[in-house]
Nanobody
Framework: QVRLAESGGGLVQTGGSLRLSCAAS????????MGWFRQAPGKEREFVAA????????YYADSVKGRFTVSRDNAKNTVYLQMNSLKPEDTAVYYC????????????????????WGQGTQVTVSS
């Protein structure tokens, strides 16, 4: 059974930084691309970032490009999201997910490309 557990969320002021972590278990972690999504109150869940299984190419939503960095440590079965220059509009619950298909990042911007989801971690950016 796959388990994804996010941590690292919290309250931060505008311009601050946070580093989210997502620990995975129950699957061959280094065979699957990973994604980060977020959902703000009253809004749909949206794509934030994705990273291939080997930590090579990364992909970002335009809204976070240049501010957020996704990385992974396959030895620790963990994926990270470093968030810098945070803005109030970044306030949301952040989720990590693993792709349905091994060695594929096709459709990385779409939720249906992902098989398993964590419970989410709240990020709140105060103005």
């Amino acid at each position: 059974q796959v388990r994804l557990a996010e941590s690292g969320g919290g309250l931060v002021q505008t311009g601050g930084s946070l580093r989210l972590s997502c620990a995975a278990s129950g699957r061959t972690f280094d065979s699957y691309a990973m994604g980060w999504f977020r959902q703000a109150p009253g809004k749909e869940r949206e794509f934030v970032a994705a990273i291939t299984w080997g930590g090579g190419p990364q992909y970002y939503a335009d809204s976070v490009k240049g501010r957020f960095t996704v990385s992974r440590d396959n030895a620790k079965n963990t994926v990270y999201l470093q968030m810098n220059s945070l803005k109030p509009e970044d306030t949301a619950v952040y989720y990590c997910a693993d792709t349905r298909v091994a060695y594929s990042i096709s459709g990385y911007e779409h939720q249906n490309a992902y098989a398993d989801w964590g419970q989410g971690t709240q990020v709140t950016v105060s103005s």
